[in-house]
Nanobody
């Protein structure tokens, strides 16, 4: 089973960019589907980007075009490139690893604050 650690969050101005990373330790990272979730203050956590073990990606319609999910199995890492950030993107961003027959694994999250 993998363990996940997110990094790359911080304070960014509106219109700016950030790249988040989710590094996995343990074995068999490549067989996991990965998802990025976010939870804004006072709101429920939502899935907005996912990538299968085979590299197929999917996004929430509201974020398509601004956010890009990718993975590097050689580095056991999934990335989230976020562009044209808006104040409403402020949230705790977490990654989740999923595979059949195993429990989902969550990272602890990283805070992204978009503010001038």
């Amino acid at each position: 089973q993998v363990q996940l650690v997110e990094s790359g969050g911080g304070l960014v101005q509106p219109g700016g960019s950030l790249r988040l990373s989710c590094a996995a330790s343990g074995s068999s990272f490549s067989i996991y589907a990965m998802g990025w979730y976010r939870q804004a203050p006072g709101k429920q956590r939502e899935l907005f980007a996912a990538i299968t073990s085979g590299g197929r990606t999917s996004y929430a319609d509201s974020l398509k075009g601004r956010f890009t999910i990718s993975r590097d199995n050689a580095k056991n890492t999934v990335y989230l490139q976020m562009n044209v950030l808006k104040p409403e993107d402020t949230a705790v961003y977490s990654c989740k690893a999923t595979r059949p027959g195993a429990m989902d694994v969550w990272g602890k999250g990283t805070l992204v604050t978009v503010s001038s």
